[in-house]
């Protein structure tokens, strides 16, 4: 029932989705452009309509507060960024212990305007020896999906290379960022 009524105030928001799910019990999710808070509330409707159960990272304090349990709910996992923790150490060692674990992770690692992505998604799909999947959000279209998946090959310039011309042309809510 949760489901069928996210669908439907998926396709009522106007949005549809494309893609399939990847095939495999295990791996990272790309959530890009992260450009607005709304990205999770799409990438979420993403996630239902592949069936997957989708879990996301987090800065911790999303999750103090009276909507911290919802954040949790919504499948958040709070991650410390005040300071060094190892998360990529941590994510590849959960990953290790699952049966089935898909982590939206957005490269930026923020809202605003970065030059740079952070490899923290890539380390941990590659340590874990898990796919990544193409995860995106195009406003200028109005779709979200997933558009394939990458094994990683251990050459970080070669595969954001590929990852790098997925995204060209993908358009975030905030195109400026």
Not at 124 to 142: E, Q, T
Not at 150 to 167: N, V, W
């Amino acid at each position: 029932m949760r489901r069928a009524i996210a669908l439907w105030l998926y396709g009522l928001a106007g949005w549809k989705v494309e893609g399939e799910a990847p095939p495999d019990d295990k791996f990272v999710v790309i959530a890009a452009p992260h450009t607005s808070n709304w990205d999770l509330v799409y990438m979420l409707g993403v996630a239902y309509k592949f069936r997957i159960r989708l879990q996301w990272m987090g800065k911790d304090s999303l999750f103090k507060g009276p909507f911290g349990w919802g954040m949790k709910a919504m499948g958040g996992i709070p991650i410390d960024r005040s300071k060094a923790n190892n998360v990529v150490s941590q994510m590849v060692e959960i990953y290790r212990n699952a049966d089935e674990l898909a982590v939206a992770i957005p490269p930026e690692g923020t809202r605003s305007n970065v030059r740079i992505w952070k490899t923290g998604f890539y380390n941990i799909a590659h340590g874990a020896g898990v796919p990544i999947a193409l995860g995106f959000l195009d406003y200028s279209r109005k779709v979200g999906g997933i558009g394939g998946v990458l094994r990683t090959t251990g050459d970080y310039e070669a595969d954001l290379e590929q990852i790098k011309a997925f995204y060209a042309g993908v358009v975030g809510k905030h195109a400026d960022r």
